[in-house]
């Protein structure tokens, strides 16, 4: 009878992803989140935590050709990342000057970068009918103001947007760009529909010589 020779299981190895923030591991991290105020600085912004003005100097020069730390603006998102159970000067102080991009203040070795959050592209198709006014609706159906000036637009030397009829109906078709979920702008129409007292106005886009319009079916 043969013996059994047993094979040693091989164990693979578990890695442990890391707690990302702006890049930052900040698992060693104490997190504090915070919006600028009226008439704040980044000196008084840094002053609460203990940063010594000297830091503050220098980061501040050094700072010109990727932000102006005299543009840091009322109400836009900042974030301070200090070692945890230490009372020693924060390690990092990321300021948002859009939704779309960071700048990160390394203040223990006055490194400064400024990085970009990944944009998702999502195609959005709206139609609904008139029942108060192309705004309203179309504000209801949550079409930002700008792309409904775009819509209004195409249509402006033929339909009286002033003369609409209710089931006046409508389709538009559009890029939205979305950071973290959240939309932050859209792009041009792509398609559009309208139709006003029963007759259709189509506008379909058509590039030439880098240069897009939009025409009817004929």
């Known amino acids: 009878m ?3 020779v047993s094979t040693p299981i091989e164990q693979e190895e578990v890695v442990e ?3 990302l923030l702006y890049g930052i591991n900040v698992d060693e991290l104490d997190i504090v989140e915070g919006v ?3 008439n704040q600085t980044l000196s008084t912004i840094l002053a609460p935590f203990n940063v ?8 501040a020069k050094k700072s010109k050709d990727i932000f102006d730390v005299r543009k840091i603006a009322f109400n836009k998102k900042y974030t301070v990342l200090t070692a945890k159970d230490s009372i020693s000067t924060p390690e990092f102080f990321i300021y948002e000057p859009n939704a779309a991009e960071f700048v990160v203040y390394k203040l223990d070795g006055n490194d400064i970068y400024k990085e970009s959050k990944p944009v998702e ?3 959005r198709e709206v139609a609904g009918q008139i029942t108060s006014s192309l705004y309203v609706n179309m504000t209801e159906q949550g079409i930002t103001p700008d792309m409904i000036d775009q819509f209004a637009d195409l249509y402006g030397w033929s339909v009286d947007f002033q003369r609409l009829q209710k089931g006046d109906k409508y389709k538009v078709v559009y890029n939205e760009r979305l950071v973290e979920g959240k939309v932050i702008g859209v792009d041009d129409i792509q398609v559009a529909y ?6 259709p106005y189509h506008a379909i ?3 030439q010589n880098g240069q897009v319009s939009f025409f009817d079916v004929k």
């Open 121 to 123: 592209i999502r195609k």
């Open 17 to 19: 992803e890391e707690n």
């Open 194 to 199: 309208f139709e006003h007292m029963g007759e």
């Open 205 to 207: 886009p058509f590039e």
């Open 2 to 4: 043969k013996e059994k």
């Open 36 to 38: 600028v105020g009226r």
């Open 52 to 59: 010594p003005y000297q830091i503050i100097d220098q980061i």
